[in-house]
């Protein structure tokens, strides 16, 4: 089983800056990669950003150049940097962790960005 607790959301001025944190705890050893995904009302859970243990990455098409992707391996924490927000980057993101037992999510926490 893994934990994962995330932190950092909140509302946020167009152009400005937020930085998620995800805590995974438990068998931290089966996972092979995390990341994140966000939701807006209405529309489908999207990724936005992944490591793998490696440290090879990836973004959504829609948040390169102003979002990244970083993990501290010794506090067992993935960030997601968040640079140059806009409107519609509002959503609720959630953290994920891709174990080889399955997949496990964060309970989520809430990005407002306000034009």
Known sequence: QVQLVESGGGLVQAGGSLRLSCAAS???????AM????????KRRE???AIT???S????DSVKGRITISRDSAK???????????????????CY???????????????????
């Open 35 to 42: 990341g994140w995904y966000r939701q807006a009302p209405g």
């Open 97 to 115: 962790a891709e174990a080889l037992e399955g997949d496990y999510w964060g309970q989520g926490t809430q990005v407002t960005v306000s034009s």
């Open 76 to 94: 067992n924490t993935v960030y997601l940097q968040m640079n140059s927000l806009k409107p519609e980057d509002t959503a609720v993101y959630y």
């Open 57 to 60: 990455t990836r973004y959504a």
């Open 53 to 55: 243990s490696g440290g």
């Open 26 to 32: 438990g068998s931290i050893f089966s996972i092979n």
């Open 47 to 49: 990724l936005v950003a």
